[in-house]
């Protein structure tokens, strides 16, 4: 399989090369130069397959001519070592919990998938690879966890100082290693500009190798296909059509979703949903897709306002909008109808949502009105105990700690403090030379 750049001004390039590139020379997205299919009878017998199968014959023909078929089932049992259940709400509703992995939310499975393939191409390579990734959150614990220990690879993680939750800066701050974090005097804009700017910088990148871990990775982006088919190996006694939820900041999950549909699995209809930055849903009434500065929200995992995975979805579907809204809807929502979902449902069902999840719900039933006899599944994304204060103030409850998240609030945080892109440079090319 080779990978083009959607700015199309780039060369093709292999799975190897796009996942240490990250993104192409001429700053476009990588994009599979076809979509294969899986045979009818991989769907057929899906309830006969295990996790490990599925993900296997799902990801090989986007990984095979650059991951030995082994290596590559190695990888995959060491990535998917946790379960992925499908719970039931309601009668026709269900939610498919994402957040069983080692930092409780769904952006495990990517990050571990790409440190992997990471590690086993940095064996090839002259010269250490550093990961470098700025986060407002979830992305630093899952990428931080994901590369520990990995050989030939260092991740440095930089964040806004005071702007992430205690539970995500011990994340990030805790485990040493391979792995440091800068601790940034600003905000997550400012952290993000500084990575950019060391893209940029011709003379730091003639010195290091250096790659990004954000979601646009396809190495990251991929595998997370296969949320959607273990959700459907778990629904398909049903027997009734498929709806997905699914609450989108980047629009990654979703479209790797769309995907999986794109390979053939059998899903009616996909509903993006999101917090108030509703650059998407307005796309989908106007057909004008104008970005703006993102808002902050109680589900602030999906404060973007300019999906950058968004150009994706809209590559699948060849940029024809009228084939793209027979099978995506998309709807946006407050924190107030968010914190009122919340509630509904655990007065309703005792299940306890994370706001993200809960606007993942919200769009789902949305469409669920004027869809009678679906099977809807919205995915939650984060567990509670990781929007903690959230949950306290709007149910009065609070979740049972789990043991991941237990064994943090006993080790000690390390960090290096930085103040702007002159510091990082000068880390970055010191800790280059050790
Ligand atoms: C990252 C994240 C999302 C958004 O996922 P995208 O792929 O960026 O759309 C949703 N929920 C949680 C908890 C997240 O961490």
Redesign the pocket.
């Known amino acids: 399989m080779k990978y083009f750049s959607l700015n199309k001004k780039a060369p093709k390039v292999s799975f190897r090369e796009a996942v240490i590139r990250g993104i192409a020379p001429d700053r476009g997205l990588y994009f599979p130069e076809e979509i294969p299919q899986l045979p009818l009878s991989f769907f057929e017998n899906i309830e006969e397959k295990s996790s490990h199968e599925i993900a296997y014959e799902a990801i090989h023909p986007f990984v095979k001519e650059d991951i030995p078929d082994q290596e590559l089932m190695r990888i995959i049992e060491k990535v998917l070592d946790f379960d992925f259940p499908l719970v039931p709400i309601d009668e026709n509703t269900a939610t498919l919990e994402l957040f069983h992995g080692p930092t409780m ?3 495990d499975v990517g990050a571990r998938f790409m440190a992997n393939c990471l590690g086993y191409f940095s064996g090839d390579e002259q010269q250490d690879i550093t990961v470098l990734v700025a986060t407002s959150g ?1 992305t630093g614990g899952a990428v931080a966890n994901g590369f520990l220990g990995v050989e030939g690879v260092k991740v440095v993680i930089l964040y806004p100082s005071g702007k992430v939750s205690d539970i995500q800066e011990r994340q990030l701050t805790t485990l040493g290693q391979n792995i440091t974090a800068l601790e940034v005097d600003g905000t997550f804009d400012d952290c993000q500009r500084m990575v950019k700017n060391a893209f940029l910088d011709d003379d730091l990148l003639s010195q290091m190798k250096l790659t990004s871990a954000n ?1 646009i990775n396809i190495a990251r982006w991929l595998p997370q296909m296969f949320y959607f088919l273990f959700a459907y190996k778990q629904m398909k006694s049903q027997g009734k059509e498929l709806a997905f939820s699914v ?8 479209c790797a979703g769309m995907m999986a549909f794109q390979l053939g699995m059998p899903v009616k209809h996909f509903v993006a949903a999101t917090n108030v930055n509703d650059t998407v849903p307005q796309f989908m009434k106007t057909r004008s897709y104008d970005p703006k500065p993102s808002t902050a929200t109680i589900s602030n ?2 404060d973007v306002g300019d999906p950058s ?1 968004f150009i994706r979805i809209r590559e699948i579907y060849k940029d024809n909008f009228d084939v793209l809204k027979n099978h995506l809807h998309s709807y946006s929502y407050t924190d107030e109808a968010t914190r009122k979902a919340m509630k509904h449902v655990y007065n309703s069902t005792g299940y306890i949502m994370d706001p ?1 999840g809960a606007v993942g719900y919200l769009g789902l039933k949305k469409y669920m009105e004027t869809h009678d006899g679906t099977y809807g599944i919205f995915l939650e ?2 567990h509670p105990i990781k929007f903690l204060d959230v949950v306290e103030s709007t149910l009065a409850v609070s979740p049972e700690m789990p043991p991941q998240i237990a064994q943090l609030m006993h080790r000690d945080k390390q960090s290096i403090p930085i103040k702007d892109y002159q510091e990082l440079k000068e880390f970055l090319t010191d800790s280059n030379t050790v």
Do not use: L, Y
Not at 247 to 254: D, E, T
């Open positions: 939310a769904f952006k979830d979601s609450p989108s900041g980047n629009f990654g999950n979703i995992a999906m995975n993200h994304t984060a």
